[in-house]
């Protein structure tokens, strides 16, 4: 039987090391349950260790218009934030531990909302540091892990079991690493894991997909359903790609790696509800059709672009009305580019879910303002939600281009790179937007704005996705194009004012510089020459600090949190 398929049974939990032995071993190993060092670390009394960045984030309330709801449609968004919900109590896991230990030990209300936002003890926006007294260090793989876990010692058994990870590309994708009575390493697949509550949340998605009135979307909550008690997502992926009028979503599983910073292999739950913005939605419908052209014409070698999106994909906009899990923690997604399955998106391409209200706030609340403290006051006329929009919008759409498997028989990109794979992937589909958008306004396909506002509103955006921190692989990649393009003179400082300029031609070639240099380094799997370029370039130099700081002068917040809820939506 293969691994995959004993996953599927969930008969059997296997040691790490008798997998060496034995990869067709059916022999149950009991996990220990690991304490994560931060749980053991916790006491009855937490104090803040400074209070001066409990006030970062900006409230935002989570609505959108129902009225063309049906009441069984209304019944349905309430059962998916149900849903929602054991995704949040399931990333609180994987993030930390017991949630409820951590907040009742901490007295200060301020404190206790702050670690409610953090999904723990650490702030995300600031490097993860802790926050709360006695609190050590986050550890790299979370609580993914054993806490007194190695490094070299996972190394060395995915060294020896290469054909076991290569016959099933998702089996560290979907399991927890703990230790059994004995001291060894075991996996734990999440279906068994999470058994109870992700039976929970399975039927609040059977019950929704009886409230559904599209056919297929009521399949796809089935087969969705299923997967989250199964750990076989690939069929509720194709299904979700085949879905192109219902007007609600869910985005729910466990979905990205970014909490895995140790492998980045180990993926977290979360969930999006949202209700579809039609008339937006039309308006980018077109765009999709150019993958394959936009593909052709990237700034490098042709190996380096052989693999040919798929076609049959969508940009859609959205109200998003609530967030769960990974999704909630920290800084607030604003766009989602799914499935992650490179199978699925080299057959069907990929969709683009475009966040437009959490975009409308963190536009109103932190670009603008960003922009009248940093950018030259003749070129502020350049910042405008549109391009805020369409470099956000395809941002997501440059995932789908470059390669998902390397040049040099290095295995998939995304593993051949490790725990660098998020942030060059990150940095690679920000630049690689605003090369689209240059392409697509130079073939008269953009015609709203002028390329300028997408310039002068990217640079802004390099502003506001810094302050996320060196934890954050899009505040990493954000680093490193800062600076990328402060050696190119892609901007200027005035250093009078303070305030940064455009220079609207060294831009564009250092855009097409960066973006060979990222799509070569993916190609090649080069994890060597991608940590260079992370811990050379993903640094904030005392200059940017010093503007970064002028930033929180201004008591401009970092980034939002929300309101949200059945109750504010006015369902049950």
Same mark, same amino acid.
């Given at each position: 039987?293969?691994?995959?398929?004993?996953?599927?049974?969930?008969?059997?939990?296997?040691?790490?090391?008798?997998?060496?032995?034995?990869?067709?071993?059916?022999?149950?190993?009991?996990?220990?349950?690991?304490?994560?060092?931060? $749980?053991?670390?916790?006491?009855?009394?937490?104090?803040?260790?400074?209070? /001066?960045?409990?006030?970062?984030?900006?409230?935002?309330?989570?609505?959108?218009?129902?009225?063309?709801?049906?009441?069984?449609?209304?019944?349905?968004?309430?059962?998916?934030?149900?849903?929602?919900?054991?995704?949040?109590?399931?990333?609180?896991?994987?993030?930390?531990?017991?949630?409820?230990?951590?907040?009742?030990?901490?007295?200060?209300?301020?404190?206790?909302?702050?670690?409610?936002?953090?999904?723990?003890?650490?702030?995300?926006?600031?490097?993860?540091?802790?926050?709360?007294?006695?609190?050590?260090?986050?550890?790299?793989?979370?609580?993914?892990?054993?806490?007194?876990?190695?490094?070299?010692?996972? /190394?060395?058994?995915?060294?020896?079991?290469?054909?076991?990870?290569?016959?099933?590309?998702?089996?560290?994708?979907?399991?927890?690493?703990?230790?059994?009575?004995?001291?060894?390493?075991?996996?734990?697949?999440?279906?068994?894991?999470?058994?109870?509550?992700?039976?929970?949340?399975?039927?609040?998605?059977?019950?929704?997909?009886?409230?559904?009135?599209?056919?297929?979307?009521?399949?796809?909550?089935?087969?969705?359903?299923?997967?989250?008690?199964?750990?076989?997502?690939?069929?509720?992926?194709?299904?979700?790609?085949?879905?192109?009028?219902?007007?609600?979503?869910?985005?729910?599983?466990?979905?990205?790696?970014? !909490?895995?910073?140790?492998?980045?292999?180990?993926?977290?739950?979360?969930?999006? $509800?949202?209700?579809?913005?039609?008339?937006?939605?039309?308006?980018?419908?077109?765009?999709?059709?150019?993958?394959?052209?936009?593909?052709?014409?990237?700034?490098?070698?042709?190996?380096?672009?052989? !693999?040919?999106?798929?076609?049959?994909?969508?940009?859609?906009?959205?109200?998003?009305?609530?967030?769960?899990?990974?999704?909630?923690?920290?800084?607030?997604?604003?766009?989602?580019?799914?499935?992650?399955?490179?199978?699925?998106?080299?057959?069907?391409?990929?969709?683009?879910?475009?966040?437009?209200?959490?975009?409308?706030?963190?536009?109103?609340?932190?670009?603008?303002?960003?922009?009248?403290?940093?950018?030259?006051?003749?070129?502020?006329?350049?910042?405008?939600?549109?391009?805020?929009?369409?470099?956000?919008?395809?941002? /997501?759409?440059?995932?789908?281009?470059?390669?998902?498997?390397?040049?040099?028989?290095?295995?998939?990109?995304?593993?051949?790179?490790?725990?660098?794979?998020?942030?060059? !992937?990150?940095?690679?589909?920000?630049?690689?937007?605003?090369?689209?958008?240059?392409?697509?306004?130079?073939?008269?396909?953009?015609k709203e704005g002028q390329l300028m506002?997408?310039?002068?509103?990217?640079?802004?955006?390099?502003?506001?996705?810094?302050?996320?921190?060196?934890?954050?692989?899009?505040?990493?990649?954000?680093?490193?194009?800062?600076?990328?393009?402060?050696?190119?003179?892609?901007?200027?400082?005035?250093?009078?004012?303070?305030?940064?300029?455009?220079?609207?031609?060294?831009?564009?070639?250092?855009?097409?510089?960066?973006?060979?240099?990222?799509?070569?380094?993916?190609?090649?799997?080069?994890?060597?020459?991608?940590?260079?370029?992370?811990?050379?370039?993903?640094?904030?130099?005392?200059?940017?600090?010093?503007?970064?700081?002028t930033l929180t002068k201004a008591n401009?917040?970092?980034?939002?949190?929300?309101?949200?809820?059945?109750?504010?939506?006015?369902?049950?």
């Amino acid at each position: 039987m293969k691994f995959n398929q004993l996953l599927l049974a969930g008969a059997v939990t296997f040691t790490l090391a008798a997998c060496q032995q034995a990869n067709d071993s059916d022999a149950k190993a009991e996990p220990a349950q690991a304490k994560p060092a931060s $749980v053991a670390k916790a006491s009855a009394a937490l104090q803040p260790t400074s209070s /001066e960045r409990f006030d970062i984030y900006a409230e935002f309330t989570l609505t959108s218009d129902l009225s063309h709801l049906s009441d069984k449609q209304k019944q349905m968004v309430a059962k998916l934030i149900d849903a929602s919900t054991v995704m949040d109590k399931l990333f609180w896991q994987q993030a930390y531990g017991d949630k409820a230990h951590l907040l009742n030990s901490i007295a200060d209300p301020k404190a206790r909302r702050f670690a409610d936002i953090n999904y723990g003890p650490w702030d995300r926006l600031d490097g993860d540091k802790p926050f709360l007294s006695t609190i050590e260090e986050k550890p790299l793989g979370a609580a993914f892990y054993p806490a007194d876990m190695t490094k070299d010692e996972y /190394e060395q058994w995915r060294k020896a079991n290469q054909m076991l990870i290569a016959a099933d590309p998702f089996l560290e994708s979907y399991t927890m690493v703990e230790r059994d009575k004995d001291g060894k390493l075991v996996l734990v697949p999440y279906h068994q894991k999470f058994a109870s509550d992700l039976a929970i949340a399975a039927q609040y998605l059977r019950e929704a997909a009886e409230l559904a009135e599209n056919q297929e979307f009521a399949n796809y909550l089935k087969m969705r359903a299923d997967a989250i008690t199964s750990n076989q997502y690939q069929a509720s992926d194709f299904a979700w790609m085949d879905m192109k009028t219902n007007p609600v979503e869910v985005v729910i599983g466990p979905i990205e790696n970014y !909490e895995d910073q140790l492998f980045g292999y180990r993926t977290a739950y979360e969930s999006y $509800v949202l209700i579809k913005d039609l008339a937006w939605s039309e308006r980018l419908a077109k765009f999709a059709q150019f993958l394959p052209e936009l593909q052709r014409g990237l700034p490098v070698d042709d190996a380096y672009k052989a !693999e040919m999106p798929g076609t049959d994909a969508d940009l859609n906009a959205y109200d998003v009305v609530y967030y769960a899990g990974h999704s909630n923690a920290g800084s607030k997604t604003i766009a989602i580019n799914l499935p992650n399955d490179e199978a699925v998106q080299l057959a069907k391409g990929t969709r683009r879910l475009q966040l437009k209200n959490a975009m409308q706030a963190k536009f109103d609340k932190i670009l603008v303002p960003i922009s009248e403290q940093l950018i030259a006051a003749d070129q502020r006329q350049y910042i405008t939600f549109d391009a805020f929009f369409a470099n956000t919008m395809f941002h /997501e759409v440059a995932h789908g281009l470059g390669i998902k498997n390397t040049i040099n028989d290095n295995g998939m990109v995304r593993t051949a790179l490790k725990e660098t794979a998020s942030a060059l !992937e990150e940095g690679k589909a920000d630049i690689l937007g605003l090369y689209m958008i240059t392409e697509l306004f130079n073939k008269g396909e953009i015609k709203e704005g002028q390329l300028m506002d997408n310039y002068v509103t990217f640079l802004a955006g390099i502003f506001r996705s810094v302050r996320f921190g060196a934890s954050s692989a899009h505040g990493k990649a954000n680093m490193v194009r800062f600076n990328y393009f402060k050696e190119k003179g892609a901007f200027s400082r005035d250093e009078k004012t303070g305030h940064y300029r455009v220079n609207f031609e060294k831009m564009t070639t250092a855009m097409n510089d960066l973006s060979n240099l990222l799509l070569t380094i993916q190609g090649d799997g080069d994890y060597a020459k991608a940590k260079t370029l992370l811990d050379e370039k993903g640094q904030i130099s005392a200059q940017l600090q010093q503007d970064l700081d002028t930033l929180t002068k201004a008591n401009i917040p970092v980034d939002i949190t929300f309101n949200q809820g059945k109750a504010i939506l006015g369902i049950q």
